[in-house]
Nanobody, 115 residues
Framework: QVQLVESGGGLVQPGGSLRLSCAVS????????MGWYRQAPGKQRDLVAT???????EYADSVKGRFTISRDNAKTTVYLQMNSLKPEDTAVYYCNAWPLVFGSWGQGTQVTVSS
């Protein structure tokens, strides 16, 4: 059973920064492309960034240039550094494999961008 534990969310003012972490256990972390997803109230869950096992990254246009995804294969953890945050970044953030092969989700971490 794969376990995904997200942390690092919180309340931040527009223009601020947060760093999210996701600890992964119960699988061979290093062979999977990992992603960060987010779901705003009343909206679908969207993919915002991915990172391959070798470190190649891709980003949704809405976060390109502001967010950075990284991973530590030894610690089986994936990170999301979020800078220049905007109110529209407010959502619950989740990590998971891409594509979704784990069959489960973590609890997510709430990010609220508001003055």
């Amino acid at each position: 059973q794969v376990q995904l534990v997200e942390s690092g969310g919180g309340l931040v003012q527009p223009g601020g920064s947060l760093r999210l972490s996701c600890a992964v256990s119960g699988t061979i972390f290093g062979i999977y492309t990992m992603g960060w997803y987010r779901q705003a109230p009343g909206k679908q869950r969207d993919l915002v960034a991915t990172i391959t096992p070798s470190g190649t990254t891709e980003y949704a246009d809405s976060v390109k240039g502001r967010f950075t995804i990284s991973r530590d294969n030894a610690k089986t953890t994936v990170y999301l550094q979020m800078n220049s945050l905007k109110p529209e970044d407010t959502a619950v953030y989740y990590c998971n494999a891409w594509p979704l092969v784990f069959g489960s989700w973590g609890q997510g971490t709430q990010v609220t961008v508001s003055s």
